[in-house]
């Protein structure tokens, strides 16, 4: 009896290693999937259930399957923190998020301490990879990068001599704002005035006034599409024409649902269009199949999970310590090309381009 007992003790470890081995991998991304920035939360979401799919149909990563987990943090610090946690109890191994700098920022310290491996595919505060956590990475770029690229080409353009500098406040908004102004007053201009608003806010018809008061020309708004759609339109409806530029977080069409017509000429920097890599061509095609437009941040959040499976697959682990190993000295294929990370986590040789709001689409400008 002792041994038959023995035999079935010994028959159920065996298959206790084996279902174990057998685990599935838990991923998660995070980011606004309600509130005011949900589209973007929406890019993430397909972005990441895409690119599991993929991974999964072509054997998944050592063997196993990934399994991905769906945070709301609204863009909201403390929100963003709890939903961290979360990730934490459900034993996920790799983050791609958070979306807002606000929130990948004290996110990122929970997983330092918890060792869990996070890579942004949207946040570009410069503070994110500069607090020397090494767990951390992104593939987009970072706004010390695109405010220097915003102020230059507003100097060498000749775009404006009186210019107004806007932010909301938040980690992004405020930063990219104030990129752009110390690059700015490095090319020797100086700006008539720099204000801040609140996220939320719906009127600014005092803003708009104070700014036609002022001669400005150019007006740069550090902050995302929905109070940059409401400044820009009700700037027309009170005929304050003045040039209109902000960054990367007016690549959505929201952006125009919200301006209409008024929205024709705004400018706004971001990478060069991800849709048009001939990496991307087949995932493109599959997600437009499906009848959606993977524009802004979905495909970068695609790249953000390949690099975590290419990671994991050439460390043969997902010991964090491994991948990192990894991460700092490989190039990864992606769909938005090959991707390699400096000592912070930041991409290599980031590139930032202009593009224009033109007839409910936005292009980049050539030339």
Same mark, same amino acid.
């Given at each position: 009896?002792?041994?038959?007992?023995?035999?079935?003790?010994?028959?159920?470890?065996?298959?206790?290693?084996?279902?174990?081995?057998?685990?599935?991998?838990?991923?998660?991304?995070?980011?606004?999937?309600?509130?005011?920035?949900?589209?973007?939360?929406?890019?993430?979401?397909?972005?990441?259930?895409?690119?599991?799919?993929?991974?999964?149909?072509?054997?998944?990563?050592?063997?196993?399957?990934?399994?991905?987990?769906?945070?709301?943090?609204?863009?909201?610090?403390?929100?963003?923190?709890?939903?961290?946690?979360?990730?934490?109890?459900?034993?996920?191994?790799?983050?791609?998020?958070?979306?807002?700098?606000?929130?990948?920022?004290?996110?990122?310290?929970?997983?330092?301490?918890?060792?869990?491996?996070?890579?942004?595919?949207?946040?570009?505060?410069?503070?994110?990879?500069?607090?020397?956590?090494?767990?951390?990475?992104?593939?987009?770029?970072?706004?010390?990068?695109?405010?220097?690229?915003?102020?230059?080409?507003?100097?060498?353009?000749? #775009?404006? @001599?009186?210019? *107004? %500098?806007?932010?909301?406040?938040? &980690?992004?908004? $405020?930063?990219?704002?104030?990129?752009?102004?110390?690059?700015?007053?490095?090319?020797?201009?100086?700006?008539?005035?720099?204000?801040?608003?609140?996220?939320?806010?719906?009127?600014?018809?005092?803003?708009?006034?104070?700014?036609?008061?002022?001669?400005?020309?150019?007006?740069?708004?550090?902050?995302?599409?929905?109070?940059?759609?409401?400044?820009?339109?009700?700037?027309?409806?009170?005929?304050?024409?003045?040039?209109?530029?902000?960054?990367?977080?007016?690549?959505?069409?929201?952006?125009?649902?919200?301006?209409?017509?008024?929205?024709?000429?705004?400018?706004?920097?971001?990478?060069?269009?991800?849709?048009?890599?001939?990496?991307?061509?087949?995932?493109?095609?599959?997600?437009?199949?499906?009848?959606?437009?993977?524009?802004?941040?979905? #495909?970068? @959040?695609?790249? *953000? %999970?390949?690099?975590?499976?290419? &990671?994991?697959? $050439?460390?043969?682990?997902?010991?964090?310590?491994?991948?990192?190993?990894?991460?700092?000295?490989?190039?990864?294929?992606?769909?938005?090309?090959?991707?390699?990370?400096?000592?912070?986590?930041?991409?290599?040789?980031?590139?930032?381009?202009?593009?224009?709001?033109?007839?409910?689409?936005?292009?980049?400008?050539?030339?």
């Amino acid at each position: 009896m002792k041994r038959l007992t023995g035999l079935l003790l010994g028959s159920a470890a065996l298959v206790l290693v084996a279902t174990a081995a057998q685990a599935d991998i838990v991923i998660a991304t995070a980011g606004p999937i309600t509130g005011p920035y949900a589209s973007f939360g929406e890019q993430m979401k397909r972005g990441a259930e895409m690119a599991v799919a993929d991974i999964n149909a072509k054997g998944g990563v050592l063997g196993q399957k990934l399994v991905l987990e769906i945070g709301d943090d609204a863009c909201d610090p403390k929100q963003a923190v709890a939903v961290a946690n979360q990730f934490v109890n459900k034993k996920v191994k790799f983050v791609a998020g958070h979306f807002c700098s606000g929130s990948s920022i004290p996110a990122s310290k929970v997983y330092n301490e918890e060792g869990i491996l996070q890579i942004t595919p949207a946040s570009t505060n410069p503070l994110l990879t500069e607090q020397g956590f090494k767990n951390v990475f992104r593939t987009c770029g970072r706004d010390d990068v695109q405010g220097i690229y915003a102020a230059n080409y507003v100097v060498d353009k000749k #775009l404006g @001599t009186k210019i *107004a %500098i806007l932010h909301d406040k938040s &980690a992004y908004g $405020k930063g990219l704002a104030d990129e752009f102004k110390k690059q700015l007053n490095k090319r020797g201009v100086q700006e008539v005035m720099y204000e801040a608003y609140n996220q939320g806010d719906k009127d600014f018809s005092a803003l708009i006034t104070k700014m036609k008061g002022a001669g400005v020309d150019l007006v740069y708004i550090g902050g995302y599409h929905t109070e940059a759609g409401l400044i820009t339109r009700q700037s027309r409806e009170q005929g304050f024409n003045a040039q209109i530029m902000s960054g990367d977080a007016l690549v959505d069409q929201q952006f125009w649902q919200i301006t209409g017509p008024t929205g024709e000429g705004t400018l706004m920097t971001f990478s060069p269009d991800p849709r048009n890599n001939p990496a991307a061509k087949d995932v493109v095609a599959k997600f437009k199949a499906q009848g959606y437009d993977p524009e802004g941040y979905t #495909l970068y @959040t695609y790249a *953000a %999970i390949q690099v975590f499976a290419e &990671a994991a697959n $050439k460390a043969k682990s997902t010991d964090l310590e491994a991948l990192i190993k990894v991460m700092r000295t490989n190039t990864f294929d992606t769909v938005l090309g090959p991707i390699a990370f400096d000592e912070k986590g930041d991409i290599k040789n980031p590139e930032y381009v202009m593009y224009r709001w033109s007839n409910g689409q936005y292009a980049e400008i050539k030339g």
